[in-house]
């Protein structure tokens, strides 16, 4: 175990390398509707884009949870969703029902995506982040963010969020060499996008693979394995010191070995994962998760049993404390602040 200094974040500790007692700590989705200072801003801003858009709401809502909860990190408030916008896709957020896009599925559509993103829209993120930056103590790390191509793709495709992204898969297995047009498309925008966001002052970047777990190992390897690879590749080409957390949910234990095997430096767990087999990984590079979200609404004996356990299977390799995926908006505040003290209370 290394003790840092207070100026320097416990969670780049663990992303270069160290092992710590208590774990860094930090919530997938933390600014969000959970939050009645996070709902109040929201009202303001009218919808969420707006949101997503102003520089100034969206370091106020970044830096909530971090006032409240102290959290080791802060993730830029943004969306995955703003790519495909920033790529002229139209996208609107309706209430109560997630996002709605023009749905992109054939080669007209694609081959019109501009290679450039529009910076009125990824110009206010980039904003965003170097006030975010400037407002933090030197120990709260800030991470970027960006989905990664085959979960943006899935949206594009269908228009909306789907139960099995059966339209992606669908398209992907008719016309294999047309969606391979679109992931390349969003390997190289995905890449432009992070390094910009490592520029303004993110200290690491997140890639979240959120439907990863939908595909088969061959479909995996294409559509996400080899994507993840060359985002990987091309920012490391540039800024070779690039933090990266890849967070494939729903992947297999071997999966995560292989991605862990590229050298980034943190592999995000959801709940499913087998903590005990993956443990080994941890000596590779730093594992991030996994609390079940529906633990953290449910509370009681069975959070507290569960925190202890993961930190437990975790003692002594790098481990980033987290959710296995976003905060819900039912979750009970006291909850997360039974969290925070049980996740850093010693062992
Ligand atoms: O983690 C954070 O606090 C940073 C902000 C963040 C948001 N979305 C804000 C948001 C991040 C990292 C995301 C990632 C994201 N967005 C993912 C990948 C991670 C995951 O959760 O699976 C995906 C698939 C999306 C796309 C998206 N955005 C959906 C499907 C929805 C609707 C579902 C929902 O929760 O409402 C959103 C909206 C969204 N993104 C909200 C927030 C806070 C809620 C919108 C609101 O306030 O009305």
Not at 153 to 165: C, F, I, K, L, S
Not at 253 to 259: E, G, P, T, W, Y
Request: include cysteine.
């Amino acid at each position: 175990m290394t003790g840092v200094p207070a100026e320097r974040s416990s969670f780049l500790a663990v992303l270069d390398g160290d092992v710590m007692n208590p774990p860094p700590l930090w919530m997938m989705r933390q600014a969000g509707r959970y939050l009645p200072e996070y709902r109040e801003v929201r009202a303001k801003a009218g919808d969420f884009l707006t949101l997503c858009y102003s520089p100034e709401l969206a370091t106020e809502v970044t830096l909530q949870p971090i006032r409240r909860f102290d959290f080791d990190a802060a993730i830029i408030f943004s969306d995955i969703l703003v790519v495909p916008h920033a790529l002229g896709v139209g996208l609107r957020f309706e209430t109560g029902e997630g996002p709605r896009l023009d749905p992109v599925t054939d080669a007209a559509a694609i081959a019109a995506l501009p290679d450039i993103l529009d910076p009125s829209r990824v110009g206010p993120v980039y904003e965003a982040i170097s006030r975010t930056r400037a407002a933090l103590p030197r120990s709260t790390a800030l991470i970027g963010f960006c989905g990664a191509p085959w979960t943006v793709a899935t949206y594009m495709v269908a228009g909306r969020g789907t139960d099995d992204q059966g339209p992606a898969r669908l398209l992907a297995l008719r016309e294999p060499d047309l969606f391979q047009r679109l992931i390349d498309h969003l390997v190289e925008t995905s890449v432009t996008h992070l390094l910009a966001q490592i520029e303004a002052g993110a200290d690491a970047v997140q890639i979240f693979d959120t439907w990863a777990g939908v595909l088969d190992p061959i479909s995996f390897e294409r559509w996400c394995f080899d994507p993840l690879a060359r985002i990987a590749a091309g920012i490391w080409a540039v800024k070779p010191d690039a933090r990266i957390i890849a967070f494939p949910k729903g992947a297999s234990s071997k999966a995560l070995a292989r991605i862990a095997a590229l050298g980034v430096n943190a592999v995000g767990l959801d709940w499913t994962a087998d903590r005990t087999a993956l443990r080994k990984l941890g000596e590779k590079t730093a594992l991030q998760g996994n609390l079940d979200p529906l633990r953290l609404i449910a509370g009681g004996p069975q959070l507290d049993e569960e925190i202890l356990r993961i930190r437990s299977d975790f003692d002594g390799v790098r481990h980033i404390f987290n959710l296995g995926h976003g905060i819900r908006p039912e979750t009970p505040i006291a909850h997360v602040e039974r969290l925070v003290e049980k996740a850093r209370a010693p062992l």
